[in-house]
């Protein structure tokens, strides 16, 4: 699309721009290290701020347009488009001017965490020092989070939420495409193998996949023998035809959430056009929560163990983010544990209308 310098789709490209020395794009890229998740980020919250701006047309005025796109700030994007708190921008910023003046080598994790809390330090004590000299017009200070995490504040401090150094790094490395996981010693694999073995020996032959349409003909299994059934032990046999023909297609990655066979087949067939997402935003699971746990469930299965799940939860997260039309859930651990509280209540709810309906 060709469009004018002066026009206000040009300004909207140029700041969302993440190539362009000193656009709003350029200054988040540098902290997370994705000119694509800049990009789409900037762009999001532009025209999140820019809605009450349109005319009948659907378009932003230039002068509006100019107005908004200089009143963004990188604090204000990554809050919005990935929910990190703008004391934690500012404190990773301190962090890596203090890293590009030092040029540590190959620093460990706790030196890592001395140079942000020097960096954090030095900063806030520059700012009070302003204060006390009359030069800020804004007498109430925020305080930036320690690389614990804890505030900086003199009289009782206290832990702030997803702040600290490990917040920042598991962001950073769910964007900058590093490996997800280490490869297994072989103390790992053999333990892992103890296990699997150990699990195929103690389980049930429905429960360890044994019963296909195969295992059913060989043991003169048919479903007319349903008919002869009642209660707990129809549904069981019922069960066992289901299993010899596994789910498929998108019911599968509904299962990845479910995590019961008997239950998903059950909301296959009353739904049977609905997405995934879709279906689990019906049950009740936030859709945001719902889209990125499909991407998460989706990189626990393609990865081989052992797996760092909260590295996996913030690849998923930093994945939807990126997409022309974000859906994400929150990052780091309070995301994680969210996640797993909605898919704990979604499981009760759907046992208890399970036996209830049995």
Not at 323 to 339: H, N, Q, T, V
Request: aromatic residues 6%.
């Amino acid at each position: 699309m060709n469009v004018s310098p002066s026009s206000s789709e040009a300004v909207r490209e140029r700041t969302a721009d993440p190539t362009r020395k000193g656009s709003k794009a350029y200054a988040v890229n540098r902290l997370i290290c994705d000119p694509i998740l800049a990009e789409s980020a900037t762009l999001e919250v532009i025209d999140m701020e820019s809605r009450r701006h349109r005319d009948e047309r659907g378009r932003v005025p230039l002068e509006d347009m100019r107005v908004i796109c200089h009143r963004l700030s990188k604090e204000k994007i990554l809050y919005k488009a990935l929910g990190v708190p703008p004391v934690q921008v500012r404190a990773a910023t301190r962090y890596l001017h203090m890293l590009d003046r030092l040029r540590p080598q190959s620093p460990t994790f706790e030196e890592r965490c001395a140079i942000w809390d020097r960096a954090v330090t030095e900063y806030m004590d520059r700012q009070h020092a302003r204060l006390e000299a009359g030069e800020l017009h804004n007498p109430q200070l925020k305080n930036l989070p320690l690389s614990d995490g804890m505030s900086t504040a003199t009289h009782n401090p206290t832990r702030m939420r997803g702040c600290g150094l490990k917040a920042w790094e598991d962001l950073r490395e769910a964007r900058m495409g590093q490996a997800c996981v280490r490869q297994p010693s072989r103390e790992d694999a053999d333990r892992i193998g103890m296990w699997e073995e150990r699990k195929a020996r103690a389980a049930t032959p429905e429960q360890s996949g044994m019963v296909d349409a195969a295992w059913l003909a060989a043991h003169h299994v048919d479903a007319s023998m349903l008919d002869g059934l009642r209660g707990r032990r129809r549904e069981r046999a019922r069960a066992l035809f289901d299993r010899a023909e596994p789910l498929h297609g998108s019911a599968v990655r509904l299962d990845w959430v479910i995590g019961n066979e008997s239950l998903t087949r059950v909301l296959v067939r009353r739904w049977p056009n609905l997405r995934p997402d879709a279906l689990l935003t019906r049950l009740g699971m936030p859709n945001k929560v719902a889209r990125t746990a499909l991407v998460f469930e989706k990189l626990k299965r393609v990865t081989p163990p052992p797996v760092d799940e909260l590295l996996l939860w913030n690849r998923a997260v930093a994945h939807q983010a990126g997409l022309k039309y974000p859906r994400a859930a929150k990052w780091g651990r309070d995301g994680l544990a969210g996640y797993r509280h909605e898919q704990a209540k979604l499981r009760a709810r759907l046992v208890r209308a399970y036996m209830r309906n049995a």
